[in-house]
């Protein structure tokens, strides 16, 4: 049950920053994928006959922005922010209808388990930022790069949108 319920968590965040890049950034459909049965989740990017991770920043940029968007600054800060916040709004949002059928034990648990995928991106994220690690960075480090209030803005949209319905239930 743990590992479904993980695959859930991991599955709406990749998905959600799938989401914002096809539907946001127009990046077209077979030049996008979502990569959940690797070590790593990522969203990748096509690049003639290979796909790109997200780790190879400067060159998934410069894919990501081939594509072109309206504003480009905001359809990356948009993509960056897409994971946590897509993730956070899923969660909370199943976590709610859980809750309203009474599988509170279920709800908590997904809950949880959100908070831990979160907090442990986070975690990791500020630690390879603050060695100054590319290769490791991801979503919050990224939009730390890209718009310090967005990352800000984002950390607090997630711990307080995990925090109050965990107090809650």
Same mark, same amino acid.
């Given at each position: 049950?743990?590992?479904?319920?993980?695959?859930? &968590? @991991?599955? +709406?965040?990749?998905?959600? *920053?799938?989401? @914002?890049?096809?539907?946001?950034?127009?990046?077209?459909?077979? $030049?996008?994928?979502?990569?959940?049965?690797?070590? +790593? *989740?990522?969203?990748?990017? =096509?690049?003639?006959? $290979?796909?790109?991770?997200? +780790?190879?920043?400067?060159?998934?940029?410069?894919? %990501?922005?081939?594509?072109?968007?309206?504003?480009?600054?905001?359809? @990356?800060? /948009?993509?960056?922010?897409?994971?946590? %916040?897509?993730?956070?709004?899923?969660? &909370?949002? /199943?976590?709610?209808?859980?809750?309203?059928?009474?599988? /509170?034990?279920?709800?908590?648990? /997904?809950?949880?388990?959100?908070?831990?995928?979160?907090?442990?991106?986070?975690?990791?994220?500020?630690?390879?930022? %603050?060695?100054?690690?590319?290769?490791?960075?991801?979503? %919050?480090?990224?939009?730390?790069?890209?718009? =310090?209030?967005?990352?800000?803005?984002?950390?607090?949209?997630?711990?307080?949108?995990?925090?109050?319905?965990?107090?809650?239930?």
């Amino acid at each position: 049950m743990a590992a479904l319920v993980y695959v859930v &968590v @991991v599955a +709406t965040h990749e998905y959600s *920053h799938y989401i @914002v890049g096809r539907w946001r950034c127009r990046v077209p459909v077979r $030049e996008i994928t979502v990569v959940l049965l690797a070590f +790593t *989740h990522r969203v990748a990017l =096509r690049d003639g006959d $290979e796909w790109v991770p997200p +780790t190879n920043r400067r060159r998934y940029q410069r894919l %990501f922005e081939h594509h072109g968007t309206e504003s480009e600054a905001a359809g @990356v800060n /948009l993509y960056t922010a897409g994971g946590p %916040f897509g993730q956070t709004v899923g969660v &909370v949002t /199943l976590v709610g209808g859980l809750a309203a059928v009474g599988r /509170l034990s279920l709800a908590t648990f /997904l809950l949880s388990l959100s908070a831990v995928h979160a907090g442990w991106n986070l975690l990791l994220d500020g630690w390879s930022l %603050f060695r100054g690690d590319e290769q490791t960075a991801d979503d %919050f480090s990224g939009l730390w790069q890209q718009s =310090r209030p967005g990352a800000a803005a984002v950390v607090c949209v997630v711990v307080v949108s995990h925090a109050v319905p965990h107090a809650l239930l």
